[in-house]
């Protein structure tokens, strides 16, 4: 069975969000920002296939869960085929647990989950990331508090197109001294930030910023991934500005997100030792686990 999958553009968000919405999940690759605008870095595909959106990652060779209403059995089953005639076997990315134990309930033993924790998105209770209050969140309260006596003129704003132009350069000064150009990795998140910015509107996002001196020292910019759950994409704060980042952290909740979602995605740590301590320290609710599933051979 041939299925031909689409390059994502920005025009296929109309057809592409709703299902994703349909997925209900807190997973930071279930948001439509985030499958477009890491595309360029990373190919991928999408179709409707048995009423189903699949998005195919050309550089794995492998698909999400089907999303949208109803029944996933024919689009596995047409996905499965697929691979088949292709001389190879069906995986699954970016899986999370509750999406694993569905496949496992509709077909016992046929596939094979193996997950990443390199991978696993930090998910915290809004609430507490706005509070920081009690013995837990004590140390990051304090460094709000420094921030606040260290620089007295602070604002915080919302990102509106006022201000983006703002944020593009002081992005275009963190990615100067921060030796983007030597590290690959480094300079396609930040293309990603950049690309974030300039697409602001046209993706829907909402950020916020802070001012210090009258200048952007930080700023930060998500998207919902389902109805109580945001991602935030992009984190960036001028190093010299000592605190910028627990402050833009905790002002951005505090004005955008407590009062409409109850948990926020700070996605994933991608292995690194430093930014696993600084997501740990904040006290996650709970992670989304993440892998790949593989469909077993049959026996000849």
Known sequence: MDIEFHKVTLEDQETIRPYLWKLNSRSAE?????????SRRYPVGWAIVEGMLVIKSFREDAFTIP??????????????????????KLVFYVVTQEQYEKLDELWPGRFHVAYDRN?????????????????KYHGKKNHVNKFKRLYPDWTYESITRDNLEE?????????????????????????????????YEELGFVGGLLRVGGQVA??????????????????????????????????????????????????DDAGEEGLRRAKLSYHPAFMVEKGYVTERMEEP
């Open 167 to 199: 944020c593009f350069q002081m992005a275009l000064q963190w990615r100067r001294e921060n030796g983007c150009e030597e590290d690959p990795d480094k300079n396609a998140e930040m293309c990603v930030a950049m690309n974030s910015l300039r697409l």
């Open 67 to 88: 999303a949208g209403e109803g029944d996933i059995r024919p689009a596995v089953e047409a996905l499965s085929a697929h691979m088949k005639d292709k001389g190879g």
């Open 119 to 135: 991978y696993a998105d930090y998910v915290y209770e809004t609430e507490k990331l706005a509070a920081l209050s009690g013995k």
């Open 218 to 267: 930080a700023f930060t910019l998500g998207e919902p991934a389902c109805e109580d759950t945001f991602v935030v994409h992009i984190e960036k704060a001028r190093g010299d500005i000592e605190g910028a980042y627990s402050m833009i952290n905790q002002q951005f909740v505090e004005h955008e997100l407590k009062d409409r979602y109850l948990y926020t995605n700070r996605e």
């Open 30 to 38: 279930t948001t439509f920002g985030n499958i477009y605008l890491w």
